[in-house]
């Protein structure tokens, strides 16, 4: 699904402005709930990007470094660093995996889970707060877009499919 300069010139006025505003949104909101979780990522002195390789390797036990590097969308090496760092603080495991001994795969420890767990909370706890902030129909709105969400979001993180 390749999107040429043609197709984006044809975008509805709709679309564009769609587009932009979802940027805007999803950034305020991203940058909300970052606000919201600093304590818990400062409890363990973490970068951004050392707090969002945790919640992936929750999310996906036993992941090869090469394939969280996909998943987030950055260069291996990089992600090879943030396992040095995390490893020394004691966050994160790696192991040979069983299929290629060439290739390492990440566990978490103890300490992580409960730590994304905390986090995880904490961020529910921001979304419900803000919920209930909305009037009950906007409430159904946003719960009736989630599906759209989700689709857009598997849009997001399938890179394969935009152009170079």
Same mark, same amino acid.
């Given at each position: +699904?390749?999107?040429?300069?043609?197709?984006?010139?044809?975008?509805?006025?709709?679309?564009?402005?769609?587009?932009?505003? &979802?940027?805007?949104?999803?950034?305020?909101? =991203?940058?909300?709930?970052?606000?919201?979780?600093?304590?818990?990522?400062?409890?363990?002195?973490?970068?951004?990007?050392?707090?969002? &390789?945790?919640?992936?390797?929750? /999310?996906?036990?036993?992941?090869?470094? $090469?394939?969280?590097?996909?998943?987030? =969308?950055?260069?291996?090496?990089?992600?090879?660093?943030?396992?040095?760092?995390?490893?020394?603080? =004691?966050?994160?495991?790696?192991?040979?995996?069983?299929?290629? =001994? /060439?290739?390492?795969?990440?566990?978490?420890?103890? &300490?992580? /889970?409960? !730590?994304?767990?905390?986090?995880?909370?904490?961020?529910?706890?921001?979304? $419900? #707060?803000?919920? &209930?902030?909305?009037?009950?129909? $906007? #409430?159904?709105?946003?719960?009736?877009?989630?599906?759209? +969400?989700?689709?857009?979001?598997?849009?997001?993180?399938?890179?394969?499919? !935009?152009? $170079?």
């Amino acid at each position: +699904m390749e999107i040429s300069s043609s197709t984006a010139a044809q975008a509805s006025p709709h679309t564009a402005s769609l587009t932009s505003e &979802l940027a805007k949104v999803l950034g305020r909101i =991203g940058r909300g709930l970052r606000y919201h979780t600093r304590a818990e990522r400062e409890a363990l002195d973490l970068t951004h990007s050392e707090a969002e &390789l945790l919640r992936l390797v929750d /999310r996906a036990p036993g992941i090869r470094v $090469q394939d969280a590097a996909v998943e987030l =969308g950055v260069a291996s090496n990089s992600v090879s660093t943030l396992v040095k760092q995390l490893n020394r603080a =004691g966050l994160v495991e790696r192991a040979t995996d069983p299929l290629d =001994g /060439r290739a390492v795969c990440l566990r978490l420890t103890p &300490l992580a /889970r409960e !730590w994304v767990t905390q986090v995880g909370n904490a961020r529910e706890q921001a979304i $419900q #707060r803000a919920l &209930l902030e909305l009037d009950a129909e $906007q #409430r159904e709105t946003l719960e009736a877009a989630v599906p759209a +969400m989700k689709r857009l979001a598997k849009a997001l993180a399938n890179k394969s499919s !935009w152009p $170079q």
